[in-house]
């Protein structure tokens, strides 16, 4: 069993950044794909960016078109922990962030639906204020 935990949300303003942490523990974190959800008031839970590794030197990193250029995902195994920095920052990124984790042997594919994760966090609040 996996448990994550979000950090790092909170109020900014339009341009800024934030950066959000994902701290896992309970399982073999390196096995895992991780991803970043965001939802909104009254929309569905959307992909925002996943990280794959395949076991060797390469980390696959997968992102929304509507996040693309502004976020980046990254990993620490050692850490058991994940990050997704978020630069230039608009109102419409305002949501609840989640991040979730699936087991991946290593494939290095991306993951974008919600259905395909096995473990989600609690939830962190992003407000972007224009």
């Known amino acids: 069993q996996v448990q994550l935990v979000e950090f790092g949300g909170g109020l900014v303003q339009a341009g800024g950044s934030l950066r959000l942490s994902c701290a896992a523990s309970g399982g073999t974190f390196s096995r895992y794909t991780m991803g970043w959800f965001r939802q909104a008031p009254g929309k569905e839970r959307e992909f925002v960016a996943c990280?794959?590794?395949?076991?060797?030197?390469?980390?696959?990193?997968y992102y929304a078109d509507s996040v693309k250029g502004r976020f980046t995902i990254s990993r620490d195994n050692a850490k058991n922990t994940m990050y997704l920095q978020m630069n230039s920052l608009k109102p419409e990124d305002t949501a609840v962030y989640y991040c979730?984790?699936?087991?991946?042997?290593?494939?290095?594919?991306?993951?974008?639906?919600?259905?395909?994760?096995?473990?989600w966090g609690q939830g962190t609040q992003v407000t972007v204020s224009s």
């Open positions: 979730a984790a699936v087991s991946d042997r290593y494939s290095g594919r991306n993951y974008p639906e919600p259905n395909e994760y096995e473990y």
């Open positions: 990280i794959s590794w395949n076991g060797g030197r390469s980390y696959y990193a």
